[in-house]
C-alpha cells in the first residue's frame, strides 16, 4: 500500500485548507484511514482517522474545525478556522486491523505535507 498525501501550504489564521490522500497498491486490506501532525519538537499525534464503516474519531482541540471523510482510495481532511497551533507537518496514514489510533499502529505512511498557519 502507498500512500501519497497533498494540499498544504501556507495559510493566514481563520484560514481553509484541504488535504488530499490517494492509496494505491492493495487498498482492499486497508481499514482504517487517518491524519497524524507533527510539530518541531513534538510528538506525531493523530488529528482525525475515519474507520472502513465511516465512523470518526478528531483530536479536541480540532473538533468543530477539522472535518475527514473518504471516498474509495481517498481520504481528505478539510480544515476550516485554522490556528497558528495547527501549523505542523501533516501525514496520512492506514492500519489493516484496526483497533487503536496509535501511531505505532498504523501500518503505512506517506509522505508529509507540511501546513503553515500564519499571518
Known amino acids: 500500500v502507498q500512500l501519497q498525501a497533498s494540499g498544504g501550504g501556507l495559510v493566514q489564521p481563520g484560514g481553509s485548507l484541504r488535504l488530499s490522500c490517494a492509496a494505491s497498491g492493495s487498498i482492499d486490506i486497508i481499514n482504517g484511514m487517518g491524519w497524524y501532525h507533527q510539530a518541531p519538537g513534538k510528538q506525531r499525534d493523530l488529528v482525525a482517522a475515519?474507520?472502513?464503516?465511516?465512523s470518526t474519531n478528531y483530536k479536541d482541540s480540532v473538533k468543530g474545525r477539522f472535518t475527514i471523510s473518504r471516498d474509495k482510495n481517498m481520504v481528505y481532511l478539510q480544515m476550516n478556522s485554522l490556528k497558528v497551533e495547527d501549523t505542523a507537518v501533516y501525514y496520512c496514514?492506514?492500519?489493516?486491523?484496526?483497533?487503536?489510533?496509535?501511531?505505532?499502529?498504523?501500518?503505512?505512511w506517506g509522505q508529509g505535507t507540511q501546513v503553515t498557519v500564519s499571518s
Open positions: 475515519i474507520t472502513s464503516g465511516g
Open positions: 496514514a492506514a492500519n489493516s486491523l484496526g483497533g487503536s489510533w496509535s501511531s505505532k499502529y498504523m501500518d503505512y
